[in-house]
């Protein structure tokens, strides 16, 4: 198992970023703990597929979703920023105050898996 401050090795790019943000954000207010570090890795991969399947619903071609798949989607988006809210990346009284992007994004979210947000030292 590696340090609970270095990210898995068998994370995406996309997960990796959201990874190092969470991390950092959690790290930088203090209330960062390596018991979180197994949470951190579920919450990381949580944000990049509800990036991923956000654009895969709004490309060109794709069946519209049911509003079943809606509905869960709304959920899972809305656990996203509860355990976002957890690791300090958003303040709690924003947990249900979000602002969608132009790509139909949630924007906290899209922020967290942002290609901006990879330390140059982990791209290599």
């Keep these: 198992m590696s340090d609970a401050r270095t990210p ?3 994370l995406t790019e996309q997960e990796l970023r959201a990874w190092n943000f969470i991390y950092q954000k959690a790290a930088a207010r203090g209330i960062w ?16 597929a ?10 060109p071609g794709f069946q519209p979703p049911r509003s079943d798949d809606l509905i869960e989607r709304e959920k899972r988006r809305l656990l ?7 690791y300090g ?11 969608i ?7 906290d979210i899209a ?3 942002a290609p901006n947000t990879l330390p140059e030292t982990a791209k290599q």
């Design 8 to 10: 898995h090795h068998d």
């Design 101 to 107: 992007n132009a790509e139909g994004l949630d924007s």
């Design 50 to 59: 509800y990036v991923d399947t956000v654009r895969r619903y709004r490309s």
């Design 33 to 48: 703990r390596s018991e979180y570090a197994a949470g951190l890795y579920v919450l990381a991969a949580l944000c990049s």
């Design 89 to 99: 990346v958003i303040d709690h009284d924003r947990v249900h105050l979000a602002s």
């Design 80 to 86: 996203i920023r509860e355990q976002l809210s957890a």
């Design 111 to 113: 922020a967290v898996c």
